[in-house]
Each structure stands twice: as structure tokens, then as C-alpha cells.
């Protein structure tokens, strides 16, 4: 017993040590959210600590939360006057802060950096942090989705090329369906929430539609295709209900020729696909039709209520600094268009990295708008009222555009 | 010194006591409730959160929850949920406590095996029936082939029409021990000698279960359909673990629509209002419940 409390009294000096040790008088502490640092290094915990250990008077205390809490937490915590002076949140969240004042304006901080430089981030990534003319942060990450295929099944099934448009994907998939071996020709998440919508957004943009106007022809059409390959068995029911991760799960067992994911599954695949495969772009709607695709990713913002904006705007000219790590260390794709990726000795995996790239080009941001969340049920519920015969391809759009009308006017 | 010696042994002690159950319920249960009914009248975003004064929006939020298109299925799917979960719940755990009320070797350990899915977290139960309802490689629909009930896969979770069922069978389980954990005491307080009188007359055992199984659980069977109507409405972890109250709202329920209004969609507003719709429901739920072992006291 009293070894332990000893023990326990050498702990509370060391602790009181490395308190003094650490937080000088002089020094500021910046807290920082993100949902970084769960079972491994991520990078806002990387950075925060590098960041803190440099001798530049500024600490940082960072606090790991998880993905689907930081949002309400955040807010729980500027209503209540005890925010972070920095945050990151997913990036369609982001509008719903610098809209109503809840970030920092930092567009004049910005043109002033030496470091941060606007012109090189993706224009989809920029955009999400834009509001109404003013930057209100910048990106962190991004990512976007593609179309990824099994080379194998497609020599079986005599395909010599990966499908252009949506037609030749649903044809495609028609062909590389084989019930006797449990195989789907494709698989995609379809479900009732942000991944339904994430995946289907981009239907509606190519179509040359936008959140804001949803029930174009093409989408409508797609929609009915779709539905067309769930009802032939081409594509599974359960895309109704499997996030993108699970889904993925099934191409890499092979249980599916074709998957409409994202980049994060790469170095996954590269573990678990026993297969050759390949990436393409988001098939369109007509040959050489319109692209684009959904734009994923978190953005680092200043909270309006900080007291230390200065060394705030430091700390996010140093992350920025280090946006060449994030492919090697951390698998992110950087949201900035100067940064050549360096090859990662896979070939597999830098052709990969290389489709998405080019496919990022075409990435459209959800949003903004401070409602996104109610504009991307509205959505993702359309998709599913058609997907499962409740309502027509074309209804079920028309009622997402009423709803949608009503909050975006 | 008489009011503390009156506050020892007399009126004031009572009183004392009723008035600290009484503070602890107005503070944890009741202040909350209040601030949601006020919340349910209140025009409410994000960043007033926090505070009590708000714009008042009068019977808005109920207007607009009611004429949200998904109003009359979520409506629908809460009373399947509540009906057909209770039905299971009841007859199940019921039979199962008569079952293991009969004297056998091994009857107590099998009936504590039971409640193995009464201590399981909703979360946990409802990633294992996550797998078991699966589509396309699930356990139940790999049995229903092999016994030849079915020649295609049944889609529980993705299927509009099975989707809600999906969920009751998952809750169904889950609560079968509680409801048998429960009948079991009602049944072990009828005295032994009720049945063999009976039996001496030349009952048989449905007579018997009819005339006086039956009557002297009444205030039993009260109380566990009540605390079963609570704790169903009351299931929430079933349904993000399932099916998220999808596909197109085909399963949704109050309980999960009114969470996802406030935490999913940010409307704060719209989520206390269908939780006072809710609250209502419950309150009728308790009502039956304190009627039922009110019955219990006098008698």
C-alpha cells in the first residue's frame, strides 16, 4: 500500500513538472479539434505537436473527437463560449459555420501569407471554405470517388475496356453478373445518408443540374437505370443499406466486378484484392458527356470567438506547410494542385493514385449551404424512394426539389 | 426541539422524504421535459441552442413535422415496431416462463442463459442481427434455403417491406429475457396448492393456465406490457445498427426520426416536437403501468 503511494506521489510531482516545463508564462495555447489520432498517428495530431515543440511561444492543446460528434460538439461549445480557437469538420459541414459568423474571416490574412497561396488549392476544396466572397478557412485533406474494376472478370467476360458512360456500366454489369459464383457486376452505397448522397450528387451535377436543382432528365434517367440494375440482380439490394466501406468489402472479395468508391480504399484493396484491377472515372452520361464527381475531405477553420487569431493563422500556415506529407505518411490526397505526389513504388497503386487525381479535377463541392443537411436528405430519400419502387424516378426527384426549394429559398 | 423530533419521527419526516424524491424528479426529469415542450413552441437553431428565450413559432413545428411526407410511415412504422415487439416479447417470454416454470434438471441454468440477451448492449445486438439479416450472406437467409422456405435471398434490411421487420425480430430477442425474467416472479408467487386442488378436481393443464395461471397474473401481465411499451418506444440502438431507419424511411420510427431531426439535420426545433408526441404515447404507457400495480397494493 504504501509503495503505491509513493508511486503515486513521485506521478503528481513529475506531472506538475512537465506542466511548468512545458506551459511558460509567456507562452499561448491554442486548442485544436479534429477527428485525427483515433488508433493511429493522424495528421492533425502530427502537426499539432510538431507545431507545439517548435520554440515559437505558442502551445497547442489538441483534443481528439469523433467524426460524428465534432460537429455537435463544436456547437454545443460555441454556444457555450468555450470553443476551440481551430477546428476541422467534413467539409460540407463547413458552410454551416462561416455562414453564420461562427469562423473567422481570414481572407486578408490570407492574401497577406507567404505561405498559404489560394491559387494552389483545388478549386472544389477552396470553394467549400468560400463564403459569400470571404474565406473563412482552408482545405485540409480531400478525396473523391471513382470507379473501380476487376480486371480478371473483365477478360473473362470478354470487356476489353472500363465503361465510359452510365448505359455501358449498367450493360457491363449485365455481363459480368454470375449468380453460380456469387458475383455482382457492380456494387455502389445507395444508403440513407451523407455516402448516398456523396455518391449520387455527381448524377445530378453531370447532368447539368446542382443541389439546387435536382430533378434534370439525366438524373431522373440514371436513376431509372440504376433501379434497373438492383431489380435484374446486377447490383446487390443491400446497396441500399451498405455504407462505402462495406460495399468496397465486396469487390475486394470479388464478389463484385465493379465498384464505385474512393481513393481511402486503396491501400486496403492493395491488402485484400487477391486480383489484377484497375480505376476509371465516373462514367457520364453520354460519351464525352459532362463529368464530375463528389468531392470529400475536412477543412481547418479559425473560430470567430479565438483570442489568439495571430498565433491561430500560424498554426494554419504550418499545417499547410506540410500539405507534401499527407500522401506519404498519412494516404490523404493534399487539397493543393502544385503538389506532385512522389511514387510510392506500387505500380498498382501510383496508376490508382493518378485516376483519382485527374479525377479530382472534376470534383464538385456538396453545398454550400448552411442547411446541407437537410438538402442531402432530401436527396439520398429521393434516391431511395426510387431505388425501392415507392415512387417513380421522376416523382421522387420532383418531391426532392420541392423540399429542397423551400430551404434553399 | 419538537420540529426536529417531528422531523425524526413524525409528519415531518414523510414529508421531508417525499419532498427530496420529489426535488430529484423536478430537477433530473422534470426541468428537461419542460425545456423540450418549451423547445417544441420555439423557433430554435444551432447558435440559440443554448438559450431559454427564443422566437416563439406557436403550433409551427407540429404543423411542419405533420406535413413532412415521411409523417404518416414513420407514424405507421412506430406502431408496427410497438405492436408486433410487445406481441413477440410477450407470447415468447410468457411460454418461456412457463416453460422453465416446470421442474427439470438444468431448468434454472438454461432460463439464466436466457438473459444473456437481456444484458447485451442495443448496439451490440444489433450488429449480430446485422450479419444474421444480411442480404446476400446472411445466416437466417442461408437456413431458410436449406430448409426450402424460400429459393431467392430475402433483402431484411434493404427490402421496404421487410425492413421494419427486421427490426422488430431484432428487438423481439432482445427483450424476450426481460419479459420471461418478469413472468417467471408473477408465475412463482401463485401458490403450488391452487394447482394441485385443481388437479385433484381433474383440470387439465389448459384449464388450469386458463382459470387460475391466467387471473392471478393479471397485475404481472399489466405491468410488463406497460414497462414493454416503454422500453420499446424507448429502442433506439436497433435502428442505427440496422437499417438507419432506411430504405426511404421504410423503417424509420419516432424515437430514431426525432434524434436525426435534431443531430443528423441540426433541427433542433422539429426533434423536441415529435419527441412531445412521443412523450405523450409513453405517458399513456405509464398511466396503464401505475393502474396495473396500483391493482397490485390493495390487493
Not at chain 1, 147 to 174: C, M, Q, R, S
Not at chain 2, 92 to 105: H, N, R, T, W
Not at chain 2, 205 to 226: D, E, K
Not at chain 2, 230 to 245: M, N, Y
Request: with cysteine; glycine share 8%.
Amino acid at each position: 500500500m504504501k509503495f503505491s503511494k509513493i508511486g503515486l506521489l513521485a506521478c503528481a510531482a513529475l506531472g506538475a513538472i512537465g506542466v511548468a516545463h512545458t506551459a511558460s508564462a509567456e507562452d499561448v495555447t491554442l486548442k485544436v479539434w479534429s477527428i485525427d489520432g483515433r488508433d493511429r498517428p493522424g495528421l492533425a495530431d502530427t502537426f499539432s505537436k510538431e507545431f507545439s515543440d517548435m520554440d515559437n511561444g505558442i502551445k497547442i492543446e489538441y483534443r481528439m473527437i469523433a467524426f460524428d460528434d465534432i460537429v455537435n460538439e463544436t456547437l454545443r461549445a460555441f454556444a457555450t463560449g468555450n470553443a476551440p480557437d481551430i477546428v476541422s469538420v467534413d467539409n460540407p459541414d463547413f458552410a454551416l459555420f462561416s455562414s453564420r459568423g461562427a469562423m473567422l474571416d481570414i481572407t486578408d490574412r490570407v492574401a497577406k501569407s507567404d505561405i498559404i497561396k489560394t491559387d494552389n488549392f483545388f478549386p472544389g476544396p477552396l470553394n467549400s471554405v468560400t463564403w459569400d466572397g470571404k474565406l473563412y478557412g482552408i482545405p485540409k485533406y480531400t478525396d473523391t470517388i471513382a470507379v473501380f474494376y476487376n480486371k480478371d472478370l473483365f477478360k473473362k467476360a470478354g470487356i476489353d475496356h472500363p465503361p465510359v458512360t452510365w448505359e455501358e456500366f449498367a450493360a457491363d454489369a449485365e455481363k459480368l453478373t454470375d449468380p453460380a459464383n456469387h458475383v455482382y457486376g457492380a456494387t455502389f452505397s445507395a444508403r440513407a445518408g451523407e455516402e448516398g448522397t456523396f455518391q449520387f450528387l455527381p448524377i445530378i451535377q453531370m447532368s447539368g443540374g446542382s443541389f439546387k436543382k435536382v430533378n434534370t432528365e439525366g438524373a431522373v434517367q440514371t436513376l431509372e437505370l440504376w433501379k434497373k440494375m438492383i431489380d435484374n440482380g446486377w447490383a446487390s439490394k443491400d446497396v441500399l443499406t451498405l455504407g462505402q466501406w462495406d460495399s468496397t468489402g465486396t469487390f475486394n472479395s470479388g464478389n463484385a466486378a465493379m465498384a464505385v468508391s474512393g481513393n481511402w480504399e486503396i491501400d486496403r484493396m492493395l491488402d485484400d484484392a487477391k486480383f489484377d484491377w484497375g480505376v476509371a472515372l465516373l462514367p457520364t452520361l453520354t460519351e464525352g458527356g459532362d463529368r464530375s464527381s463528389a468531392l470529400g475531405g475536412f477543412d481547418w477553420g479559425i473560430m470567430s470567438g479565438t483570442k489568439h487569431p495571430d498565433e491561430a493563422f500560424k498554426a494554419l500556415e504550418y499545417f499547410d506547410s506540410q500539405a507534401k506529407r499527407l500522401y506519404s505518411e498519412f494516404g490523404y490526397i493534399p487539397p493543393r494542385s502544385d503538389i506532385k505526389l512522389a511514387s510510392s513504388g506500387n505500380e498498382r497503386k501510383d496508376a490508382a493514385i493518378a485516376k483519382f487525381l485527374e479525377q479530382l479535377k472534376y470534383a464538385q463541392p456538396r453545398g454550400p449551404h448552411p442547411e446541407w443537411q437537410k438538402i442531402s436528405k432530401a436527396i439520398y430519400d429521393a434516391e431511395q424512394a426510387a431505388l425501392t419502387g415507392q415512387m417513380s424516378a421522376k416523382d421522387a426527384l420532383d418531391q426532392a426539389q420541392a423540399t429542397i426549394e423551400t430551404i434553399v429559398n | 426541539m419538537k420540529p426536529l423530533s417531528s422531523l425524526r419521527d413524525g409528519i415531518g419526516f414523510d414529508l421531508a422524504l417525499v419532498g427530496a424524491a420529489l426535488l430529484f424528479l423536478l430537477a433530473l426529469a422534470g426541468l428537461p421535459l419542460v425545456y423540450n415542450v418549451l423547445m417544441s413552441f420555439q423557433k430554435v437553431d444551432m447558435f440559440t441552442l443554448n438559450a431559454l428565450i427564443r422566437p416563439f413559432a406557436g403550433f409551427q413545428n407540429y404543423i411542419d413535422v405533420y406535413r413532412q411526407p415521411e409523417f404518416w410511415m414513420v407514424a405507421r412504422n412506430t406502431l408496427i415496431f410497438v405492436f408486433f415487439s410487445i406481441l413477440g416479447q410477450f407470447t415468447i417470454g410468457f411460454a418461456l416462463a412457463v416453460f422453465f416454470g416446470q421442474d427439470f434438471p438444468g431448468a434454472k441454468v438454461i432460463r439464466g442463459l436466457f438473459l444473456v440477451s437481456w444484458v447485451m448492449p442495443g448496439l451490440v445486438v444489433g450488429a449480430i442481427w446485422s450479419w444474421i439479416l444480411a442480404g446476400d450472406f446472411g445466416v437466417l437467409n442461408s437456413i431458410l434455403r436449406g430448409i426450402g422456405l424460400i429459393d431467392a435471398p430475402l433483402f431484411w434490411k434493404s427490402d421496404p417491406s421487410l425492413s421494419i421487420w427486421a427490426v422488430v425480430i431484432a428487438n423481439i430477442w432482445l427483450g424476450v429475457a426481460f419479459n420471461m425474467l418478469l413472468l417467471s416472479v408473477g408465475l412463482a408467487a401463485i401458490p403450488r396448492d391452487l394447482y394441485e386442488a385443481a388437479e385433484l378436481d381433474g383440470a387439465n393443464a389448459w384449464q388450469r393456465f386458463c382459470t387460475i395461471t391466467l387471473p392471478m397474473m393479471r397485475s404481472t401481465v399489466g405491468a410488463v406490457l406497460a414497462l414493454g411499451m416503454i422500453a420499446t418506444l424507448q429502442q433506439f440502438d436497433l435502428f442505427p445498427a440496422l437499417t438507419e431507419g432506411g430504405p426511404a424511411n421504410s423503417s424509420n420510427v419516432a424515437q430514431y426520426w426525432s434524434w436525426q431531426m435534431s443531430f443528423k439535420l441540426y433541427d433542433f426545433a422539429k426533434g423536441a416536437t415529435i419527441s412531445v408526441m412521443l412523450f405523450v404515447l409513453v405517458l399513456i404507457a405509464s398511466i396503464v403501468y401505475v393502474r396495473s400495480t396500483r391493482h397490485e397494493v390493495r390487493g
